[in-house]
């Protein structure tokens, strides 16, 4: 016991108090949330589906495990092993077409016993593992071309293409931002931000026009033009803004949202546990929610801006960027101001894969603060 | 271990740190922004409309008022019908559904239609949870077999919906109108007033002018929406529902009509034997109407629906198809030239004019000359007198009043306008013909310039370009019959309210005084009178035993146009004149006025005074038995109430 917010640990490396309390707080909030979205099915036909918030505390004291394992490996084992476990992952992704189960048309799961687990989600700490190993193997002074990045980009397209192809838009989306964020931390040339721009634009349009689902032109269509469809997507998004809208500035009280209580909210418990929060807690849970998320992603730049090699920098910056990105996602399309596709709150949101990456990427940022 | 040799370089990163917290802080920023517009800045509205998910306000559907005749008969009432409607999100489609059909006895065909029908609905977020209307008017036995088993179909709901019912099916059908099920067009006017998709609205007669009474105004009830947590509901309701939570319907108005309806049964009756035709009787004291009947008819209970969608759509087609216009509410829709129904008026107004007197006498040969053209009479009559040329119909006698100098048809025209003719009453039940009594004015608009002596000749026995509508003749020979006075014509008696107050009384209301000399109106009378009486009579031979009454037979001219789609071996019957009669009775303390018109009746009234001679003949024997002490129907019922 040395200073406030550190405890020796083998007296070499400090556990970092403030994040896992941060974290900690959230989980809480999360499972608190999880009781009172799923407390409808309580006394129905579905009452399974009732008990999740329990398998949420299992799936986070199994992530807790993981991610003390995480923290305890000096992150920079990792290093060596990040294409190995990045073409691991790349491998199961693509097991994901042969072996997967449907689920609502699309097919992102594999059985594995008697659950399912998601390929794409643990993607996305293996992606940020192997773009750090990249920029830590790559220093430069002089900012960087457009060739110069060509391997980073094509690390991210290829998993990004490939659950475009399951179809998972949100997924690939969190790939392409996440890695963006880590990949805008070097220099690059003004004029291949330009270019990149130009080529950024004209793969979203041709994607729009290729590769995009109908359901999924309907979810952006519907988010652009709200008043135009009020029973199809744009009936979700709508919902879920009466939710929020209803909670007020002091909130229903736990549990006792409308908008939840009488089946309103869809996927509560995976796409709009924010609803959820936001009826029951108003304005000020809310504020204290964004507020703990916000400050979850800023610790995480300060320990990369602590790190102490370009490896242990990118890696906290990347799993910041996921958990931030994912926040930013979640709540906006939960407030309308996002489109509605498909991405979890981390935390919040019920799901075994879901909850193991966000404790993996969180036991990653551990280390890297243990070890600055 | 040392596991990585230092040799990165973190500086190249520095410089971005500041920046990624900037960007975490702003889009948190914004973020928090939404949400206090959200729920603080539009809460109200959002908190507003979370409660309208969760409230549902069921409809309390009200009970059109009662159409009764002067003694209480019902004459337009409701029936109860069902309606049959699933929620999709609560029917079992696996188990519920096959029990459903099995009740419902539909073909498979049938079932398969509405179950896909369930299936698209559920699909719907915004529809699932909402009523789904199946079936119309379910029969009966169905019904019960459904409420019997109502434990076993979660899911399936029978209302019931008020059907109208009009219980002496095609008598009076005009005069009553019938419903129609609201369109487009009439609910972007009505949707303000309470009026819904698939409501029913009167089409015309009393059911559409009188529409705003018998209506009624729709309760609600507000229930709460709980899909799941059915056991809460008192507790759920106590605490989101706003009072009131509960408005009760209120029953639409009773109307009470003047018609009588065994006087009405007494006109159908009597025009058993003719294809077409229309009668009105008329209170000469009040101006009440007391029969209206017109020929061929239609049954609105059908045609507003009672019988279902499909034979409302095979009855419509019918009755458009037929020549004879059974739509066509003939008392009062439609004009037709009064022929020598208007003698009487042609005489009072010569009267007036001092052109002829008592003594007055016209040697009929068969006819009048005028400038080159011989005008025709019914038959040769030789020397005739005010009185005779009256009782036989003398056109000779009306001719020679109208090629009198000191006669325009003007004239004319006034004493037939100072009676009601050529304008429109205002009964207000249907769309009203004017009719028209053709002034100089007119026939110089009509003719271009050239008006012609021979106009006043034809104006004088009531052809040419005169009209009239059977309302209009009715009430003008009312005025003849009580010294002249012209009534408001008047169906509606009284509204009441369910229970049977009356809420408002129509007294009877004098349009118009008009002022006839009462020799002359005498010597008309007794014109009137011999007409049916004397022996020479144009209507002696055809009245019936017992039938007191005076009147004027009368021919229509009919236009040799045949209607569209006659069978022309029936063209014929199209191209015979029409029949009249106009008359009051009894014929001395006249009550009331009957006017007659059998369509293509033939000439000088033969096949309508028979008609109007029964009906008037029933009309003393109602008479007979009103003065007697009796109940009304409605007394009656009252009593058996109470008991």
Redesign the interface.
Known sequence: MVSPGRISFRSGPQIDMVLLLCSVAIATFGIVNLYSATS??I??SRSGIADIYVSQVYWIVVGGLIAILAAAI?Y??L?RLAYFFYFGGLVALTLVFVLATDIRGSSRWIQVGSFGFQPSEFIKILLIIVLAKYL?ND???EPRKWVDLAVPILLTAVPAALVMAQPDLGTAMIYVLTAA?II????IRRSSLFWGAVIGGTVVSLSWKLVLRDYQKARITSFLDPEHD???TG??AL?S?????????TGSGFMSG??N????L?DQFSDFPFAVF?EDW??LG??AL??A??FL??WA?HI??Q?????G??LA?GV?AMI?WHA?FN??MA???LPVVGITLPLFSYGGSSVLTVMVGLGLLMNVSMRR | MSILVQRSDVGEFRRRYRWMVLICLAAFLVLFCRLVLLQVIQGDYYRAQARRNIVREIKLATRRGVIRDAEGRVLAANRPSYNVYVVPSELNLEQTWPRVVQFLGAQPAEANLLRQKIVDASKDDRRKDQQLLLLVDVDRDVVALLETHEDELHGVEVVPVPVRNYPHGEIGAHLLGYMREVDADDLTELESRGYHPGDRIGAVGIERRWESYLRGKRGSRKTIRAKRRMAHREELEAKYLDEPRMIRPVPGRDISLTIDVELQQSIEKAMRGQLAGAAVVVDVRTGRILAASSKPSYDPSIVSGGQGIDATRDAFRRLYADPLKPMLDKTISAAYPPGSTFKPFTALAALEEGIIDSATEVDCHGGYEYGRRFFRCTGVHRRVHLHEALVQSCNSYFYAIGAHERMQIDRLAKTGMSFGLGIKTGIGTNPEARGRMPTRSWYVRRYKGAFRGGFTLLSAIGQGAATVTVLQLALSYAALANGGTLYQPQVVRSIETSDGTIVQEFPPRVKRLITIDPGHLSMIRSGLRGVVHEKTGTAHAETVEGASMAGKTGTAQVSHVTPRGVDPGKVWYFNRDHAWFAGYAPAEAPEIAIVVLVEHGGGGGKNAVPVASRVVRDWLKLRERERTPHQTAREAANEEEGT
């Open positions: 409808v099915y006394e129905s000096d920079r084992h290093e830590h220093p430069r002074t964020t805008g931390m070097v220099r009020v029973t199809g009936w979700h919902q803004r009466t939710a929020i809208g209803n909670g007020g500035l409308t908008q209580q009488f089946g309103f869809p936001a108003g304005l809310c504020a964004l507020a998320y916000c992603c800023i730049i990369a801006s790190a102490k090699d370009r490896f920098a990118a910056v910041g931030f930013f709540m906006g407030m309308g101001v």
